[in-house]
Nanobody
Framework: QVQLVESGGGLVQAGGSLRLSCAASGRTFNSYAMGWFRQAPGKEREFVACINWSGASTYYVYSVNGRFTISRDNAKNTVYLQMNSLKPEDTAVYYC?????????????????WGQGTQVTVSS
């Protein structure tokens, strides 16, 4: 089992920045790829970014490419999502997730463990 706890969400004006953190406990953190997903009100949960087990490979959804950066610190069992140039359409609950597919995946069903989510609200 892996337990995931997100933090760092909040209210920010458009153009601002936030850094989300996801602390993992339980089984060996570097056995997993990590992903960030988000869910806006009335919408399905969608992929945002993922990072492979070592941190050497990352992938982003097109809408955040160049604005968001995913990273991980395996010594601290933590994955991060640095979000810059935030837009109102980035408003959502953000979830981190862990996958046994160590290369990473954009598919929700490939992730076995999920955090409780953290709210990000971007005002215009």
């Amino acid at each position: 089992q892996v337990q995931l706890v997100e933090s760092g969400g909040g209210l920010v004006q458009a153009g601002g920045s936030l850094r989300l953190s996801c602390a993992a406990s339980g089984r060996t953190f570097n056995s997993y790829a990590m992903g960030w997903f988000r869910q806006a009100p009335g919408k399905e949960r969608e992929f945002v970014a993922c990072i492979n087990w070592s941190g050497a490979s990352t992938y982003y959804v097109y809408s955040v490419n160049g604005r968001f950066t995913i990273s991980r610190d395996n010594a601290k069992n933590t994955v991060y999502l640095q979000m810059n140039s935030l837009k109102p359409e980035d408003t959502a609950v953000y979830y981190c997730a862990a996958s046994d597919i160590v290369a990473g995946s954009i598919r929700l069903r490939d992730y076995d463990y999920w955090g409780q989510g953290t709210q990000v609200t971007v005002s215009s």
